[in-house]
C-alpha cells in the first residue's frame, strides 16, 4: 500500500480539521508546523477581552493534540519557503520534504496605506499576544478613569474605538460595552463610564449581511450604548486623535482595526497568485493552480463560489476547506478524481455582548436575545470540547 507525507502548514481552523479528517487513513503520515503551539480560538476572543474566561479558554495545546493522533508530528516553527520543484518547505531552522502540502496560515490584520497613521496607532486581535495587550489596557483604562473621577465627575470624555463594523468589530464593541456597563454597574460608579464608538465606511454595519442580523446587531448596540457611526470613513489616525473624511474628529484614549483582514506574509515569499490582499487564488478543488499536490484553504484564500461570488472568510469556511483538501488527497491516493469544492453556509451567530447574540440557522430561521446566545455558546462548547479531550489523550502519552 502506497504510503504518503502531508504536510500541514498552519494549526488554525482549517488545518486542524484536515489533520482529523487525515489521520483517519493509516496511508498517510502528517506534520503541522505552525509558528506557534497553540491553536487560536480567535472567534471566540471577545469573551477573553471582557474578561468572561481566561486565556486557556481561547487555546489548544497544538504538540499534545497531534500527539493524540497516530503518525501526526507537530514541529513549532516557522515556514518561510516552498520549494516546490523539489517537494520541500523550509522554517526557520530545518526542512521538510512532502507528498501532499496543505497551506492554512489564515490572515492578519489589514491597515490600508490610505489611513494615515493607522498602522502606527491602531491595534489588532488576530493573535493572542495583540488580543492580550488590548484586554490588559483596557482593564488599565477602566482603573484610570475611576482614578481620574477621584474629585468629581468633570472629566475628559474617554473613548474607544472599533474601526471597521464587520462580524468580528461588532462582537468587540458589543462586549466591550457590556464589560464597561457591568464594570460600572457591579462597582457602584456614579460618574460617567468609557464610551464606545463603532466606526465604519459603509452604509450600514454587518453591510452585506441578511437585514435581520443587521437590525438585530444594530438595535442591540444601541441598547448597550455603543456610538454606532457607520457612513463614516477614517481618512487618518494620530496618537490620540481621529479624522474623518467628512470633517468630523474624535479624540480616543485606544483604537482596534477590524476593518480587513490580508492574508498572512507568508504568500509573499511563495511566487503563487494572489490577489491585491495577497490572498492565494485556488481552483475549484482548492489546488493552487498548476500544482495538483499543493492545497490552499481558508483565509489565506480568496475562496469564490461556483458564480465567483466572494465567500467571506470565516471558521466555518476554513473548517470546511480543510476537510475538503482531506478529502482530495485521500481521493488521488485511491486514483479516484477530485471533487470540486461546493461550499455550503451552515448559518451565522453573532455575539452582541453580555448574554445576547443574535443569528440565522440553516434554513434561514432567525433567533436572537438569549437563546441565540445559547446556540453560539453551544456550538464553540461542541468545537472545543472534542478538541480538548483529544489534547487530554495527546498528553498523557
Ligand atoms: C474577533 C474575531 C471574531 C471572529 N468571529 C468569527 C465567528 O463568529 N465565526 C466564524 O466562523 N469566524 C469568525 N472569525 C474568523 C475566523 O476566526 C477565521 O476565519 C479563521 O480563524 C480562519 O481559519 P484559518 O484556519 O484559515 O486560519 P487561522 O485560524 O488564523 O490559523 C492560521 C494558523 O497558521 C499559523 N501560521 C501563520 N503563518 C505561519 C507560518 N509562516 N508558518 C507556520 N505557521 C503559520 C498561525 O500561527 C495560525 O495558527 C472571527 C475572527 C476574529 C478576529
Redesign the pocket.
Known amino acids: 500500500m502506497q504510503s504518503v507525507h502531508v504536510a500541514i ?7 486542524i480539521r484536515a489533520v482529523e479528517r487525515l489521520a483517519a487513513s493509516t496511508q498517510v503520515t502528517i506534520t503541522v ?4 503551539p497553540y ?2 480560538m ?2 471566540e ?2 469573551d477573553f477581552i471582557a474578561n468572561k474566561v481566561d486565556m486557556s479558554h481561547i487555546m489548544i495545546d497544538l504538540p499534545s493534540l497531534c500527539k493524540s493522533f497516530e503518525r501526526v508530528e507537530f514541529v513549532c ?4 519557503s516552498i520549494d516546490t520543484s523539489s517537494s520541500i518547505l523550509s522554517t526557520q531552522s530545518k526542512t521538510i520534504a512532502y507528498d501532499y502540502l496543505i497551506i ?4 492578519r490584520t489589514y491597515f490600508p496605506d490610505f489611513i494615515t497613521g493607522l498602522r502606527e496607532h491602531a491595534h489588532g ?2 493573535n493572542i499576544p495583540a488580543a492580550l495587550d488590548f484586554k490588559q489596557q483596557f482593564e488599565r483604562a477602566l482603573l484610570n478613569r475611576i482614578e481620574a473621577q477621584t474629585h468629581g465627575c468633570e472629566v475628559e470624555p474617554f473613548n474607544i474605538v472599533i474601526g471597521g463594523a464587520g ?2 468589530g461588532v ?2 464593541a458589543a462586549e466591550m460595552a457590556a464589560y464597561a456597563n457591568r464594570f460600572y454597574q457591579n462597582g457602584n460608579f456614579g460618574c460617567r463610564g468609557i464610551d464606545v464608538y463603532l466606526i465604519d465606511a459603509y452604509e450600514s454595519i454587518l453591510f452585506g449581511m441578511d437585514p435581520f442580523l443587521i437590525h438585530s446587531a444594530y438595535e442591540r448596540l444601541i441598547k448597550l450604548g455603543v456610538h454606532v457611526w457607520h457612513n463614516n470613513r477614517i481618512s487618518e489616525v494620530r496618537s490620540k486623535e481621529i479624522l474623518l473624511d467628512n470633517g468630523k474628529t474624535l479624540d480616543f484614549e485606544f483604537m482596534i482595526f ?1 476593518g480587513g483582514i490580508a492574508a ?1 506574509s ?1 504568500t509573499q515569499y511563495l511566487g503563487f497568485e494572489t490577489n491585491a490582499k495577497g490572498h492565494l487564488i485556488v481552483t475549484e478543488t482548492l489546488n493552487i493552480p498548476s500544482h495538483e499536490n499543493i492545497y490552499a ?4 484564500t480568496q475562496a469564490t463560489d461556483e458564480n465567483g461570488k466572494f465567500i467571506p ?6 473548517e470546511r476547506g480543510g476537510e475538503h483538501a482531506a478529502l482530495n488527497i485521500l481521493r488521488s491516493l485511491k486514483g479516484k478524481s477530485k471533487r470540486p469544492f461546493r461550499f455550503k453556509n451552515q448559518g451565522v ?2 455575539a452582541l455582548g453580555g448574554e445576547y447574540g443574535a443569528g440565522l440557522l440553516p434554513g434561514g430561521i432567525k433567533v436572537k436575545g438569549y437563546l441565540a446566545y445559547l446556540i453560539k455558546k453551544g456550538i464553540f462548547r461542541f468545537y472545543t470540547d472534542a478538541l480538548r479531550r483529544r489534547s487530554a489523550i495527546g498528553k498523557r502519552r
Open positions: 502548514i498552519g494549526g488554525g481552523y482549517g488545518g508546523i505552525d509558528k506557534n491553536h487560536y480567535q472567534a476572543v471577545y516553527d516557522e515556514v518561510t492554512a496560515t489564515g490572515s486581535v488576530k462580524l468580528s462582537e468587540i477590524t498572512s507568508l484553504i481558508g483565509d489565506i472568510p470565516t471558521a466555518q469556511l476554513a451567530m453573532i
